[in-house]
């Protein structure tokens, strides 16, 4: 990472904190509504719905080093595990977040070193050479430079390794959640240095009697087109091997306008369902190293 980009997340540092304290309480919320902790923890089999979509995606995981970023609670991080890797890093800005992590790996019956570290400090941070990394739902959109991150992944795999990255689509992020005048662009699509600042009490969870509230109510992110994020790969040194636009996003964004089904939220209006993409996955390797090169 050069000087100049160094200095430009530096100037982040401020909103880096913010998000972190929001995940901080945001963990306890997750943790105490359930997240599905209970139906990871009644299989020693059992993987979330989350890692299913992308199953088919990771290919066999069997002897490979895993690392997740953007790890959270860790559920997935645990799923990954589960699905034969040798070895799992989970990587984390919340330290809150990392804690019941280590509890619920703990108690699903996995090794998992859990690390906490801004994306950006990753390879600092991480030990050895990785050939996956995984990312997922909700992710890009805390990082305020897609090229920085690209580089990130890029050095955190060694020759052939892959990079798994399902995320909800920029056009989804630039949507407004009022729909009172039908779905309408609200937000920025392609990358800003400025973010998009928020104070919510709440979460993408729905908190259950009694739950602990988010008090560190201030968050920011950051949106980044499709082709923002492509090129950024492209530029680390990736090959890309799969781009997908799909029709069903992981979360119940607008409620009025969505109904669940077998691969997730989708329009209930079958004549929304062509009109709007709303998860972005990208497959990516970098590529062998050959003589001479």
Known sequence: MNDAVRAALADHAGRFSDNRANWDDRAALHEASGYGIDELLASPTAITAEIAPDRERLGDLNGLDVVHLQCHLGLDTVSLARLGARRVVGLDLSGESLCRARSIAERAGVDIDFVQANVYDARQALTGDFDLVYTSLGVLCWLPDVAAWARVVASLLRPGGRLVL???????????????HGLTLH???????????????????????????????VSHQWNHGVGEILTALLEAGLVIDEVTETRF????????????????????DPALRDRLPLQLAVVAHLPEQTGGQ
């Open 166 to 180: 399902r995320d909800d689509h920029p056009v989804l992020q630039a949507v407004g959640d009022d729909t009172t």
């Open 187 to 217: 937000e920025p699509y392609f990358q800003r240095t400025e973010p998009m600042t928020w104070e919510d009490e709440g979460s993408y969870v729905a908190a259950a009697d009694g739950s602990p509230t988010i008090t560190h109510t």
């Open 249 to 268: 996003s992981a979360w119940c964004r607008w409620p009025e306008l969505m109904e669940r089904d077998v691969e997730g939220y989708r329009f209930s």
